[in-house]
């Protein structure tokens, strides 16, 4: 699990979440205000799908705007199993650890889920994951 979690307030443009991105190295930021508890997430696909396929200026659009407010996340007690249960369920590569009032822990990743165990399982959750639906409107290829 990663302990270290860049994170974003929910009143910032997606345009500085893009750059806090880059410069972390991230696709994914939890969304919360200052200390406070994660309300959501962002991803780069959001940014993708829902500001610029919609033909929107990142400049303009706050976060809260487009992130995620379905929270895939277990609890600091809970096992690496559960939270690959969690990923492939959601059909996400990252679960939020958070404590029992939403406050952010961090972040267990594919990554980890695979350097935990090594075997086969991660390689099912990663085929469970990317079998994720389409979005409405996104023409199938």
């Given at each position: 699990m990663?302990?270290?979690?860049?994170?974003?307030?929910?009143t910032?443009?997606?345009?500085?979440a893009?750059?806090?991105m880059?410069d972390?190295?991230?696709?994914?930021l939890p969304?919360?205000?200052?200390?406070?508890?994660?309300?959501?997430?962002?991803?780069?696909?959001?940014v993708?799908l829902?500001?610029c396929?919609?033909?929107?200026?990142?400049s303009?659009?706050?976060?809260?705007?487009?992130?995620?407010?379905?929270?895939?996340s277990?609890?600091?007690?809970?096992?690496?199993?559960?939270?690959?249960?969690?990923m492939?369920?959601?059909?996400t590569?990252r679960v939020?650890?958070?404590d029992?009032?939403?406050?952010l822990?961090?972040v267990?990743?594919?990554?980890?889920?695979?350097?935990?165990?090594?075997?086969?399982?991660?390689?099912?959750t990663?085929?469970?994951?990317?079998a994720?639906?389409?979005s409405?409107g996104?023409p199938?290829t």
């Open positions: 990663a302990r270290e979690v860049a994170t974003v307030p929910p910032a443009s997606v345009a500085e893009s750059r806090l880059r972390a190295a991230v696709g994914f969304v919360r205000a200052e200390g406070g508890p994660v309300t959501g997430v962002i991803t780069d696909r959001d993708m829902r500001v396929a919609e033909g929107l200026h990142p303009e659009v706050p976060v809260s705007q487009v992130m995620s407010t379905e929270l895939s277990v609890g600091p007690e809970d096992t690496v199993q559960l939270a690959e249960e969690m492939a369920m959601y059909h590569s939020l650890v958070l029992r009032e939403n406050g822990m961090g267990v990743s594919l990554a980890d889920v695979a350097l935990a165990d090594g075997g086969p399982r991660p390689g099912e990663l085929r469970r994951l990317s994720r639906p389409k409405p996104v199938s």
